[in-house]
């Protein structure tokens, strides 16, 4: 007698368990399209492999001490101008790696004027990697 008024109980927490499963990364039907893995290290890879491939480029011109300190001077002007801003991601780079579409997406401070124009965009080292199954 005792069983049968906790049958419903234990049917209810085997059920549970199974669409708990089946709704995770890590169940058979999902095993394709939702996989764990460590997109940085993909990532990284990626990047290393475009660096060696424009290791041939030129590089950017030498640029003067006196061009760099008035430019240092100009940037400080802009900056007392606009001391807020706010940090939005960008898009920076979007490839294929293993099957999947990987998106790069990077942090900027967008500093801007009174009149809402955009001064200046000073990306930081926070980056977002979205990745996409491509079927």
């Not at 939702?34 to 480029?57: D, G, M, T, W």
């Amino acid at each position: 007698m005792k069983w049968k008024k906790s049958m419903p109980m234990i049917g209810l927490a085997i059920t549970l368990l199974l669409l708990i499963y089946l709704e995770s990364p890590y169940s058979l039907i999902n095993e394709e399209h939702a996989r764990v893995s460590s997109i940085p290290n993909e990532v990284l890879l990626a990047e290393a492999q475009s660096a060696a491939e424009n290791e041939n480029e030129p590089s950017e011109p030498v640029v003067s001490n006196d061009e760099e300190s008035a430019e240092a001077d100009s940037q400080e002007s802009e900056e007392v101008e606009a001391q807020d801003f706010t940090l939005e991601m960008m898009l920076e780079e979007k490839s294929k790696i293993d099957g999947y579409i990987v998106e790069t997406y990077r942090e900027y401070e967008i500093y801007k004027n009174e009149n809402g124009e955009v001064i200046k965009k000073v990306p930081t080292s926070n980056f977002d990697y979205i990745r996409y199954y491509d079927k």
